[in-house]
């Protein structure tokens, strides 16, 4: 039976998931959904996720791998619904073929770039590229996808090819 | 985003009323033809024909005793928290599968008796136009098939993903 205690402990770990990582799940739901408005309906989504499955949290790992997991999850039940309804092909990194980046294309262009690679990755290798491009380490990341510490590391230096390939001229334009 | 946790609150109850509202239109569709075939068993007087009715509406009651015991099965909540994201991915993908891997058995199946004994009655007495009812027996002969076979084919594609997603989790 829930207590009142209970869904105070709910809440308030929601309050401080949503304050520590509400700008992660914002760029997540970017990394799943093209759409401005259907990003809107997905992070809701994984916020209503996060609230519900906090009942459930339980310690046994940190509140971080919690929080991205629900989100990486919830985000993924999307993805099979949305294929079911406008099916999509979509690639794994290493059927990445060569993006056509211009040597003088600008940040902003750079990212909408890859933000549309990402969009396109199978829901595995998006959750790497995404967990990695927002700091986790191998190991975090493996904790949160369930995949061995060499798929992980496989997976990570694809990633790391693609950028140098396909970005490389962005950052030379930078400096 | 900020949201406020009375409007999760309110959002999570409009969630599941959403999920209710699906399975009572399950419900309802299966009712709908539970109704239809009774008014054709009260309807006529040949032993056959009832007999094929009767069958129709078992297989219907079948459908709803289906749906009653396993449900619309969705992923709990805490499920998202505690399990890592390529298990999760594989469980969602492996309901979808069991789900239309198993309509031919405990949709389409139970009516098959019921609609081949009906079916075969009219082709051989027809009420009108025998070539009515042939084209009609071949028309549904041909729609289940075609349902059946396009399930059975995203089923199999749905258990490729899910061993390729193994082999992923066996990667060293």
Redesign the interface.
Known sequence: MTTTSDVRDK?DL??QA?SEY?AA??RLARGYEADPDKQ?DL??EI???L????????GLCSLRT?VY??A???A??YV?RQRRARPQMLVSLDEVEALPIESESDRQVALNQLTALIQRLK??DR?VILAWLDGMDAAEIG??????P??VA?KVHRIKSILARDFQGVRNGRS | MRISIEELRVKAAKFNRLIRWRNVREYVAALIVIVWAGAGLWKVHDPVERIAFALLMAGAAYYMWHLKKWGSAMSLPTDMGRTDCVRFYQSELARQRDLVGGIGKWAIGPMIPGLALLNTYLILFPPTNRRFSVVSAVFQAALISTIGWLNLRAARRLDRRIKELDRELGSV
Do not use: C, K, M
Request: proline share 2%; no cysteine; hydrophobic share 35%.
């Open positions: 809440d929601y309050q949503a509400g799940l914002a809107r992070l809701q916020h209503i996720s609230w519900r499955s906090l009942e459930g949290f339980d919690w997991r629900v990486h999850n919830a993924t039940s099979i829901p595995t959750q904790d949160l996808t369930g995949l061995s060499g798929n496989t």
